[in-house]
Every structure is written in structure tokens, then in C-alpha cells.
């Protein structure tokens, strides 16, 4: 089946940082890709649509420039996060749906990238 | 009011107890809905889609009520390793493309 690798899977970093993560999809290209931060204990929340060649679409209360996206190419997706703070601090999950011939558009997950924000 | 809620849980049950989750969603204009599984500090993982007809896959059986904004799940036989957070999940729009889930309940099986 479709695979979506995100990297890092964990990350610590100073505040005040700049850090990136990695959205891939492995074995489908994905026009269009899938931000979510979760919290201990709560949902996860949809923060962007990641469009590949085009600017991403952000959910209200997501902070355009504080968490960019890139979507350069139809495997990869990057979200960085800049100036990170501890309240910066979650889990990161990316996701793709695969189209197409043959395929339910089912959304595949990436197993996520947990950030600490010292 | 969010977007989709669901009851708080945490529901704990004996192996081969049936137990039910429900959950509502605000948007009538939401184009189809999913049932999700996420384990402790994994990814979720589709469990199922949800119909308007009802669809059952094995011990696991969920409902759509439309016009109640209603959608509910029923595990039947419950096993230790169903021990999960199950996750409402409604499709936004038509086209697909994005996916708001509930805050999940949580389910423990106890032997």
C-alpha cells in the first residue's frame, strides 16, 4: 500500500530555533498534502493544505509565518517551523491521499515527528 | 460548538463486552466520514468508512444518521488489542480535501 514517510521522528531543540519536517510520499506523487498538530490528550488539528507549486492554505489561527510550507515537488512536503517556543512543542503529523485509477483516495499518514521546544 | 465531537470517554470494558462510541459533527454540508484508530503516540489508521446504509467490517459495525449529524461505531467481542483511541473523522467538503477529527475516546479492554 501507499506509504508517507515524515522525518524527523523526534527532534529537541533551543528556543528560538528554526526547525524543518519532512513530508515524502513514497510510492505515489501527491498534489496535495496534509498538516496536523496534536496535543497531549487532544485531536489532531488540520493547520495547512499543502499544494504542490502553489502557496499552502492555512486553517484560521495558523500562523502563516510561523509555520511554513513548502511543496516543491508531488512527493515532498516540508513544514518549518521558525522561532520555535516551548508552546511549539507537539506532535507533527503529515498526510497524502492517493488518486487515481485502482485507488479508493484513501489518506495515507505519516508516523509523525514530535517536537520539544527547551 | 466544535466540529465534531464525541463523548469523552475513557471507556473501560471486559473482553468480549460490545461497546459504542458516538460522535456529532456541526457541518451539514460534510461530504463523508471515517472512523480512525490511533494508538499511543502513533499515527491514525483508517478503521472504516461510515455510509448512510451502515456498513459492518467483522466485529465492528458503524452508522451514519444524516439527519441527526450523527455517526456512531459498535465494537462487538471486544479484544485486548482493540485497546485504542478511536477517532470520529469528518470529511469538510466535496472535494475531499480535508479531514477534521473529534478528540478521539478512548478505549481500554481489560482481561
Known amino acids: 500500500g501507499a506509504v508517507v514517510s515524515q522525518h524527523p521522528s523526534w527532534v529537541i531543540c533551543k528556543s528560538g530555533t528554526s526547525v524543518k519536517i519532512e513530508c515524502r510520499s513514497l510510492?505515489?506523487?501527491?498534489?496535495?498534502m496534509f498538516w496536523y498538530r496534536q496535543f497531549p490528550k487532544q485531536s489532531l488539528m488540520l493547520m495547512a493544505t499543502?499544494?504542490?507549486?502553489?502557496?499552502?492554505t492555512y486553517e484560521q489561527g495558523v500562523e502563516k509565518d510561523k509555520f511554513l510550507i513548502n511543496h516543491a515537488s508531488l512527493t515532498l512536503s516540508t513544514l518549518t517551523v521558525t522561532s520555535a517556543h516551548p508552546e511549539d512543542s507537539s506532535f507533527y503529523i503529515c498526510?497524502?491521499?492517493?488518486w487515481g485509477q485502482g485507488h479508493t483516495g484513501e489518506l495515507f499518514f505519516g508516523e509523525g515527528s514530535r517536537l520539544t521546544v527547551l | 460548538r466544535k466540529e465534531v465531537e464525541q463523548d469523552p470517554g475513557p471507556f473501560n470494558v471486559p473482553e468480549g463486552a460490545t461497546v459504542a462510541f458516538n460522535c456529532t459533527y456541526s457541518?451539514?454540508?460534510?461530504?463523508?466520514f471515517f472512523w480512525y484508530r490511533q494508538d499511543c503516540r502513533k499515527e491514525p489508521k483508517l478503521l472504516m468508512s461510515?455510509?448512510?446504509s451502515g456498513n459492518e467490517d467483522g466485529r465492528f459495525t458503524a452508522q451514519l444518521n444524516r439527519a441527526s449529524q450523527y455517526i456512531s461505531l459498535l465494537i462487538r467481542d471486544s479484544k485486548l488489542s482493540d485497546s485504542a483511541t478511536y477517532l470520529c473523522?469528518?470529511?469538510?467538503?466535496?472535494?475531499?480535501?480535508?479531514?477534521?477529527f473529534g478528540k478521539g475516546t478512548t478505549l481500554s479492554v481489560s482481561s
Open positions: 498526510s497524502a491521499r492517493e
Open positions: 457541518n451539514s454540508a460534510s461530504q463523508s
Open positions: 461510515v455510509y448512510s
Open positions: 473523522v469528518v470529511n469538510r467538503n466535496q472535494a475531499g480535501t480535508a479531514l477534521i
Open positions: 510510492d505515489f506523487q501527491a498534489t496535495t
Open positions: 499543502s499544494n504542490e507549486g502553489s502557496k499552502a
